[in-house]
């Protein structure tokens, strides 16, 4: 898989609890995908994008690594990303 939707990625890396509220946090305009607001839920996202994700309390920095087929517990949705701001503290 080279590319996934958007919004069924946010669900898969357990950035949301369900793919409803994922696609409701794109059509809010709280996702950038490589510094660019995205209000499409089925934009597609490929590895390497760089996703800035404006949750309720804070904002978290995301680089897409890979893709996953169906939803798995947290250390399998780990492997999905690389949280880039785990390097600035």
């Known amino acids: 898989m080279e590319r996934q939707r958007l919004d069924k ?17 794109v059509e809010a305009g709280h996702v950038r995908i490589n510094g660019v607001r995205e209000k499409a839920p089925g934009h597609s996202v490929k590895a390497g994008d760089v996703l800035t994700i404006g949750l309720d309390r804070s904002v978290r920095v995301l680089r897409v690594l890979g893709f996953a087929e169906r939803r ?4 399998a949705a780990r492997v999905l990303y690389d949280d880039l701001q785990d390097r600035e503290e």
Do not use: F, I
Not at 9 to 25: C, G, I, P
Not at 72 to 75: E, I, R, T, V
């Open 72 to 75: 798995g517990d947290a250390l």
């Open 9 to 25: 990625w946010l669900w898969h890396a357990r950035v949301v609890k369900a793919r409803t509220s994922a696609a409701a946090l």
